[in-house]
């Protein structure tokens, strides 16, 4: 079966009908996430050496916009998962694509924490041997507490300047959700506040190298929020999606490092 029929059966069988009760009550789509997963979907962009898709941004920004006419917080759900994974799928490890490619693993973005739209970190990462401690207050994170990791940002270990991403499992205890969401994203999408103070994460959960972070959301995160984010309409996006593809976008390197 294409990827076209399955999700054409996931739209009319599993989104579709629960959208109300997602808009309406404020509810998180999990039925329609596991679907998504069973069908391949959540997968769609990990290499298909690694059992995924092996499909790209356009593929996925359809997926989105056919998600968004039915189930907005449906579709914020899958624009942040397909961002991550795309950060994922260039830095991070076979282990954690293959089960993003089984369709049993949920990722979200965690990159906001001052004003929305700004990606310059205030959050700090200390080494002890091989455990890092990240502290952090991340806003406007979607599907936060439902997700089963973030692509979380830092100030660097050691680098001068610039921010330094890592893998943070979602479901780890150091990890706090507010029970009321902060107001952002649709009615739905589990769009809320994430903090951590700290959180406890392997050394080999970085990204990429340290300091070289910046450089990554330039250039896989951005273009494929922009990407998705045009798929379906502004008024369809997350607001810090919105407002962070067009500040990136805009705004030198440099002046997103010293933000």
Same mark, same amino acid.
């Given at each position: 079966m294409s990827y076209h029929a399955a999700f054409s059966y996931v739209l009319s069988s599993v989104i579709e009908p629960s959208a109300e009760r997602t808009g309406g009550e404020g509810r998180f789509p999990r039925a329609s996430v596991t679907a998504l997963g069973r069908a391949g979907l959540l997968g769609l962009t990990v290499a298909a050496d690694l059992g995924g898709g092996g499909l790209g941004l356009p593929d996925a920004a359809e997926v989105v916009a056919r998600t968004a006419g039915a189930c907005p917080a449906t579709a914020a759900v899958l624009q942040s998962h397909y961002a991550a994974v795309a950060v994922i799928e260039a830095y %991070? +490890?076979?282990? =954690?694509?293959? $089960?993003i490619a089984a369709g049993r693993h949920l990722g979200s973005l965690a990159l906001t924490e001052g /004003?929305? %739209? $700004?990606? @310059?970190?205030?959050s700090t990462a200390s080494r002890t041997g091989d455990v890092v401690a990240l502290r952090a207050r991340k806003r406007e994170v979607v599907s936060a507490g439902e997700a089963d990791s973030y692509v979380w940002s830092s100030r660097p =270990? !050691? @680098? $001068?300047?610039?921010?330094?991403?890592?893998? /943070?499992?979602?479901? @780890?205890?150091d990890l706090f959700v507010p029970a009321r969401t902060d107001g952002t994203g649709p009615y739905g999408s589990a769009t809320?506040?994430?903090a951590a103070d700290p959180v406890l994460?392997? !050394?080999d959960a970085m990204l990429g190298e340290d300091g070289e972070g910046l450089g990554? #959301? =330039?250039?896989? /995160?951005?273009p494929w929020l922009l990407e998705l984010r045009a798929a379906i309409?502004?008024?369809? #996006?997350?607001? +810090? #999606?919105a407002v962070a593809s067009r500040d990136c !976008?805009?705004?030198? /390197?440099? +002046? =997103? @490092?010293s933000s």
């Open positions: %991070g +490890s076979p282990w =954690l694509r293959g $089960e /004003v929305p %739209g $700004e990606w @310059a970190p205030l =270990l !050691a @680098a $001068e300047d610039g921010l330094t991403l890592w893998t /943070v499992p979602a479901h @780890a205890p809320s506040t994430v994460v392997p !050394a990554i #959301v =330039l250039r896989t /995160v951005v309409g502004t008024d369809a #996006v997350h607001p +810090s #999606v !976008a805009d705004r030198p /390197v440099g +002046s =997103l @490092a």
